[in-house]
């Protein structure tokens, strides 16, 4: 497991969460609405997700950069010595635009990648909004740093350094910041590559340093003239964090099958995304998308009742997953996982019901019966903890959201929402 990560994360997260509310208070003092309330939770889900993943998978690229390192690295830096974290500092955001400029370029890495994406608002919760499958393709671009010595340890830290990094230029409550704009990753810069405009499409990959956009021709600055549509072509249509990443991955797998040339089998997973073989094309033809023209924010309408319910079951497994990632390493990896499976499927749930999908309500009666029933049966939760006083609060939690949810879908939260598109 990458316990660095997950202990950084767990540092972090705390942070994060106070200036997404301290931005949310005042994008509602300034009225614009740069806030919807399932887009966010949405996002975070996604990033809870994601965080589970790279913990338990993160040991893969470890392993590979380390057997690079020791095996074929014809020198080794030293992690003493300041210009080796320099060095390393740099040399991680070259390879980082080389890894997102192929996430927006081949169909595989595009898959990963799109999560981060799909966002049709553009705030500080969209930042947290990472891919689950990344750790399982993204390692392979950095494998050049084990090949130049870098130590494992300045790798891992001056990751985790930039993605921490590229929290703040996710937001519209900054505007121009003058000379940084043409040096560094800002918000202005940054607002550009979420953009599905056709002018700012696949543009402003950098993580950092802005020289490898203008030196490899991927700069675009911010346009007054042009104000950005946030989201991906082909919207995804769904709340849920599993589909978030595996919509793209299911599209090519349909195309791949579909076609009956062997070639575009094959090139359908290295293609640019949006490209679809000849003959499925012919067969799915649509017309040609305008973002002004076709845009439209997916937003099914719910109960207030609802939205206040699923507020509160999501702050509750913001909770319970800071409690995963304290618990790692102290407990047995079956149980790690048990314990991540169960926040994700609790985030699916939470998903399908802000979808106003009746199934789901009864879903999530079913998760909180087994919720309250399993702790009181076993007189434990995770963690080993076995305190009375836990426990029976854990189960009152339980039953007191029973009542709730059953008052909110009282009061006209399972109206019927549009289906899920798989985009």
């Known amino acids: 497991m990458d316990t660095t990560y997950s202990r950084a994360v767990a540092f972090a997260v705390p942070v994060f969460l ?113 891919p689950g499958t990344g750790s399982l393709v993204n390692w392979v671009f950095y494998v050049p740093m084990a090949l130049c010595g870098v130590p494992v340890g300045a790798f891992l830290l001056v990751g985790v350094a930039q993605l921490f990094y590229q929290f703040w230029p996710h937001t519209r409550h900054i505007g121009r910041l003058g000379i940084l704009d043409r040096w560094i990753q800002t918000p202005s810069n940054h607002r550009v590559h979420h953009a ?99 845009f439209a924010r997916f937003d099914p309408p719910r109960s207030l009742a609802l939205s206040l319910y699923t507020l509160v079951q999501f702050l509750a497994l913001i909770a319970a997953n800071s409690h995963f990632l304290a618990l790692l390493g102290k407990q047995p990896t079956a149980l790690g996982i048990l314990y991540f499976s169960l926040l994700v499927a609790s985030l699916v749930i939470l998903g399908g019901m802000l979808e106003n999908r009746r199934a789901f309500l009864a879903w999530e009666a079913a998760r909180l019966a087994a919720l309250g029933g399993s702790v009181l049966a076993l007189g434990s939760w995770f963690g080993g903890v076995r305190d009375a006083r836990i426990v029976w609060s854990i189960a009152a939690f339980a039953l007191v959201s029973l009542a709730w949810l059953w008052a909110a879908s009282r009061q006209g939260a399972a109206a019927p929402a549009p289906e899920a598109a798989a985009a």
């Open 18 to 130: 106070s200036l997404i509310a301290l931005e949310f208070i005042v994008d509602r003092w300034r009225g614009t609405e740069y806030y919807r309330f399932a887009d966010a939770v949405n996002s975070l889900s996604c990033g809870v997700v994601s965080t589970g993943m790279r913990v338990f998978f993160g040991f893969l690229g470890l392993f590979a950069y380390q057997w690079v390192l020791l095996r074929l690295a014809p020198v080794r830096l030293p992690a003493t010595h300041w210009a080796t974290w320099a060095f390393a500092f740099v040399f991680y955001d070259f390879c980082y635009y080389w890894q997102h400029r192929l996430g927006h370029t081949v169909g595989l890495f595009w898959a990963s990648h799109v999560v981060h994406h799909q966002s049709e608002e553009f705030n500080l919760t969209t930042a947290l909004r990472q």
């Open 196 to 294: 599905q405009n056709d002018i700012y499409l696949d543009k402003n990959y950098v993580g950092v340093f802005l020289v490898w956009d203008r030196m490899f021709g991927s700069f675009q600055e911010e346009l007054d003239s042009e104000p950005c549509l946030y989201g991906i072509r082909g919207q995804l249509k769904s709340w849920n964090p599993v589909w978030a990443n595996l919509h793209y991955y299911w599209a090519m797998a349909r195309d791949c099958w579909q076609t009956r040339s062997w070639r575009d089998k094959l090139r359908v997973w290295i293609a640019p995304p949006g490209w679809r073989p000849a003959d499925v094309a012919r067969r799915l033809a649509k017309p040609a998308y305008d973002p002004r023209r076709d």
